[in-house]
């Protein structure tokens, strides 16, 4: 028996049978966003990151942590995960609640609204999670 690649299926047959182009309900579905295990990961660890985090440390807070040894940066090398480690601060922290600026560098970081959309809504429903467990 023969392999046929889907383009060799469809050729020679008939129009009403031949395999058709995708539907652009199907093609949607292919586009979901989706997010990597990386990108999982900082978004895991985002959520013991404080909202202090998003902001440049001052001086003085750079000479006492130089001084007491407490040189933790949280910031990201990628400014691609960095994006995305803000924003989920954000969302950790907010919820849904958060500013249009921080979404609008998400994705000129390069994400989409979808991806957006995917984080928020993991978040979201993580923390109501983590409440009903709670009680």
Same mark, same amino acid.
């Given at each position: 028996?023969?392999? =046929? ?7 020679? &047959? ?8 995708? #539907? ?11 997010? #990597?295990? =990386? ?5 895991? &660890? ?11 440390? #001052?001086?003085?807070?750079?000479? =006492? ?10 910031? &990201? ?41 995917? &984080?928020?809504?993991?978040?979201? #429903? ?10």
């Amino acid at each position: 028996m023969a392999y =046929l690649a889907f383009a060799e299926a469809g050729a020679g &047959l008939p129009a009403a049978i031949a395999p058709a182009a995708p #539907s652009p309900k199907t093609a949607n579905l292919a586009a979901r966003a989706q997010f #990597s295990a =990386l990108e999982w990961s900082v978004v895991a &660890l985002a959520e013991r990151d404080t909202l202090s985090t998003l902001r440049n440390p #001052s001086r003085m807070a750079v000479a =006492l942590g130089n001084l007491f040894g407490d040189t933790r940066n949280p910031k &990201l090398a990628d400014p691609k995960l960095e994006a995305l480690r803000r924003l989920a601060v954000l969302t950790w922290h907010h919820g849904y609640r958060v500013a249009e600026s921080a979404v609008r560098a998400f994705v000129a970081a390069g994400f989409t609204l979808q991806h957006y959309e995917l &984080l928020a809504g993991s978040i979201v #429903s993580a923390r109501v999670k983590r409440r009903s467990n709670s009680r």
